[in-house]
């Protein structure tokens, strides 16, 4: 978690005016600003001694008196009104309530005013620039199409891994993890709505909140579902496990449904300062969340693969991977091991539904169903129980699906997508690693 933490503070421009605040409060100058004349924007700065206010310095043509708006909000970062323009007050006065109601009905409200507006200024919305590396538009645009991917690729990956680590032990799939998955990104909407009670509380608290709160909350549903269904059911025949943990997932899926609503959450966007990778022709532009994003799964997947195959746990969970009686007479204590997997894994889980409430800014009780069976499928394809696999299955289809919507029609993206994936599993049955079969009997032999 500390890593998270770490990439998003050399990240942050940590600056003093929201960005968003300021784009509508430029906006605003253009719109009160004397008719017909080209506004020139001097500075944005925070209104002193006002909560979530903006003053925006600007000048135009023929007029030397110093010329201003102040734009109050109604709600900081992550406060639903966070976009609301509650008052206005320029170098002439304050608008009236009939005048606010008219700058939002007639510009406002329209639909690309803001970024118009902001377009006919001299300003440019606060980013930050990484590189002056100006590679050929094509370069650029395959580098910007890079980033979706391990964006995508940061979702599907971990999921795939949790499914990896749990079919490694048991030699079942639980077709539930993809809930587990949405029980995380609940948990990080829980986090960061509790964050935005508390004043102290700056983008970072909240993340580490919002961390903290999908992490735990995901592991111990995984674990209470793994000690309840998942491993009472390990040693019965595939149908029943698969028809159980189906029903499971419905379930689930309809615990959230009833408990939280049927609409989508929707997240206001937290470090949303765009990062300009390269310049050119066509410049590589990350948002600060995203980029975040990509650093921590580039570190944390890895680690976990490699905490994995070198510490003591690794070598135990591979031991009962292989033979679980040999491993129990070993002296290994299965139970326990099962345990940490089942945490870890619903942790792993965890990291998807982080990606969704963090990256696309969206959560719903309904995404489980799809964004499990795409996990599952990356598992697979990489090679059942193969954890390498699962990773490399994960980047597998983030290529496949953000190539396809890059340069095709992207209606049409899962069936190709899933078409390809049927190929491969014609072409290579035992998946990218080739470790054993895709699919085979679950264990006779009760590991808790």
Not at 229 to 258: H, K, N
Not at 289 to 299: D, E, G, Q
Not at 350 to 359: E, F, M, R, W
Request: aromatic share 8%.
């Amino acid at each position: 978690m500390a890593l998270l933490f770490c990439a998003a503070a050399l990240l942050s421009a940590c600056g003093d005016v929201d960005r968003q605040q300021a784009k509508i409060c430029v906006a605003v100058a253009t719109a009160v600003a004397p008719e017909n004349q080209k506004v020139s924007i001097q500075s944005v700065i925070p209104l002193v001694g006002v909560s979530h206010a903006v003053r925006v310095n600007y000048s135009v043509p023929g007029m030397a008196l110093p010329l201003y708006v102040d734009c109050a909000f109604g709600g900081g970062m992550l406060e639903p009104g966070r976009s609301d323009v509650i008052g206005v007050r320029g170098y002439d006065g304050a608008l009236s309530e009939r005048e606010l109601l008219t700058l939002y009905r007639w510009f406002l409200s329209r639909d690309d005013f803001i970024d118009r507006a902001v377009a006919e200024t001299n300003w440019q919305p606060e980013s930050i620039q990484l590189l002056s590396w100006a590679p050929p538009k094509a370069v650029g645009f395959a580098l910007q199409q890079v980033t979706n991917i391990l964006n995508l690729a940061a979702l599907y990956s971990p999921l795939a891994l949790a499914f990896a680590l749990i079919y490694g032990l048991i030699r079942r799939i639980n077709m539930a993890f993809g809930q587990i998955t949405v029980i995380g990104g609940y948990g990080a909407i829980f986090g960061i709505v509790a964050a935005v009670g508390i004043p102290s509380f700056g983008p970072f608290a909240t993340l580490a909140l919002a961390v903290a709160c999908a992490v735990s909350l995901a592991a111990l549903w995984g674990w209470l579902v793994g000690r309840t269904v998942v491993l009472p059911l390990a040693d019965r025949p595939d149908r029943a496990f698969m028809i159980a943990t189906i029903g499971l997932g419905i379930a689930l899926s309809e615990m959230l449904r009833l408990g939280q609503g049927a609409r989508e959450i929707w997240v206001e966007p937290m470090l949303d300062t765009p990062v300009i990778l390269t310049a050119g022709a066509f410049p590589v532009v990350v948002p600060e969340m995203r980029l975040v994003i990509i650093l921590v799964a580039l570190i944390v997947l890895p680690a976990v693969l490699a905490f994995m195959r070198l510490s003591r746990f690794g070598r135990a969970w591979l031991s009962v991977a292989d033979d679980p009686v040999m491993a129990r007479l070993a002296g290994i204590n299965t139970g326990a091991v099962t345990a940490v997997t089942l945490i870890l894994a619903s942790a792993l889980a965890a990291g998807g539904g982080l990606v969704l409430a963090l990256s696309y800014g969206t959560i719903s009780f309904s995404m489980g169903l799809m964004v499990g069976l795409k996990a599952l499928l990356a598992s697979l394809v990489g090679g059942a129980g193969s954890l390498l696999g699962a990773v490399l299955g994960g980047l597998l289809i983030a290529t496949l699906e953000t190539a396809w919507s890059a340069y095709f029609d992207s209606t049409s993206r899962d069936i190709v997508v899933l078409g390809v994936l049927t190929l491969l599993f014609l072409l290579r049955p035992n998946g990218l690693m080739g470790l054993g079969k895709a699919l085979e009997e679950g264990r006779g032999t009760r590991l808790s």
